[in-house]
């Protein structure tokens, strides 16, 4: 009976899950902005704790990136159920993209230590992108669907016409640009 016990994970205590999603939330603020100032001391700063606990919850630079990414996608993966079940399909589809655009910001203000972790663990980045794909692909079809949107375009190429808008995007106000082309896209897919 004491081996089955140890070999069952324990659950995190209720602080400890409190301080890692501090973390998270903080590093995608951080990351968000981007920059040298995109550094783990700025990140445990942001959450409020040392230096320490941020190493506990994460070792390395890359499991922090990992992590942030993780929850993003997952974040994501709920948005577009939400979002489907609350509005009209081309204001679904619409807003879902416009929070890719903050998503993407988080992973540009990373760049550099994502292609390290994608290196690494590219069978979960691939994984990812599946389910980004696969949540686009719903609120594309059901927009479609709906006779809202011409049905040409598959959700691979929107993700790649937005993350291409993204990345050529520089300077203070690039999200708003981006969102700008983004309703023009969404225009251009109109009935």
Known sequence: MTEERSQTPRKPRADATRNRDRLLAAARTVFNQGGPAASLEAVAREAGLGIGTLYRHFPTREALYEAVYRREVDQLVELAARLSAELPPAEALRRWLAANVEFIATKKGMAA???????????????????????????????????????????????????????????????????????????????
């Open 113 to 191: 230590a994502l292609a390290m972790v994608s290196h690494k663990s590219s069978e979960s980045i691939a994984s990812a992108l599946d389910r980004l794909r696969a949540a686009l692909g719903g609120l594309l079809r059901r927009a479609t669907e709906a006779g809202d949107l011409r049905s040409d375009l598959d959700a691979e190429e929107l993700l790649l016409a937005l993350v291409g808008v993204c990345y050529a995007q520089e300077g203070p106000d690039w999200r708003s640009r981006v969102l700008r082309v983004l309703d023009v896209l969404i225009a251009g897919l109109r009935r």
